[in-house]
């Protein structure tokens, strides 16, 4: 039984969480229904991990090398994300479609040797940087184009490209397998003639994650770090030492009901691992010297915790951050709020772009302390 209580939730956010869960047990049926050989595995699978998930959660610990829960074979494991993932990408796509096309924003993907994704590139585009987007979805689901209703808001409203990085996911490729992706497309975008000081990262949820595991990465390597970051709900802590993990499950119906244990089992290798790494839990790395952050988070969700104590580090470490919180949203809000009418949603665009303006606005690919829009560089996006 899920641990969500509807009666803690805002109504419009509790009638939001009903409408989705029934998208994704139709689409789900509808899924199975056409893969009949599956459906009574899948099934009892999703039962006895939502089971596990309840019981870690009501626990009030996750000791993710410890807990006990069921781990299926890896033809199981990468079974059971595949029907996840065609789920969750057919309910989003389909309930974002007409906002994507209404965005006024153009979309390539980019297959280019390691590097694949893709560019959303609006039409007023202002032509002083990119975006780095690095997807959520616990490091075992999602893709760009699960986030194309997020990227193209952001670029129509910022009037900057944005580059949505598809990396390998779990439980096909364990970690560091997605840090290295997000690596290669960060210096895929200098090789195309994007400066450092010309690129934002942006991540949400276990995008925000690597979007910091990244930064230690580039720092720990003594490469130039991107001009800021932007983190939308981050994750940062696999030893699960937030106190909002638990005390805000009932209010988080995206969080919730994800077996965020049995992710995690599929994305590391626990025997090889220390979950306290910078580049796995980068809660636990030296912020000194990271660029400008930006956090975008819910008190009301379970990852809250995470974004306070990011906060905490990064400031006593000298960095500057802007920690924008918000009353009663939901994990990742200003992705799947958007088609509701939930004024925090214009509210969190119009701070992101305003960040990003800020951060932005004085590059010049020709002569950076003009000021003025140069050439693009060879490579970019028209």
Partial sequence: MSLLDHRRLRPDVAAFAKKAQRMQTRQGLTHLILHPNFKVSFLKLNRRLDEDNDRLISSGSIDLKNAQMHFPNQETRNYHATVCRTVLEQVIRKSLEGFVASQNVRIEEIHAGEVAGEWIVPRADRGRGVILHIHGGG??????????GLNARLASDSRTKIFSVNYRLAPEYKHPAALED???????????????????????????????????RLKQRGKELPVAAICISP?????FQGKSWFANAPTDPIVCDLPVAYFGRCYLDLSQVELTDPEISPLYGNFRGFPPLLLVVSKTEMCFDDSLRITEKAVAAGVEVQLDQWDDMIHVFPLFGLGEAWPEVDEAFAKMSAFIAEKLGGYSYNNRDEGKIGEEPRGAVR
Avoid: E, K
């Fill in 139 to 148: 490091f075992n689901l999602c893709s760009a184009a699960t986030h194309r």
């Fill in 182 to 216: 997000c690596l290669r497309a960060f210096q895929w975008l200098i090789d195309q003639g994007y400066p450092p000081q010309t690129i934002i990262l942006m991540g949400d949820s276990a995008g925000g994650n690597l979007v910091l595991s990244l930064l230690h």
């Fill in 235 to 239: 994750f940062a802590d696999w030893t």
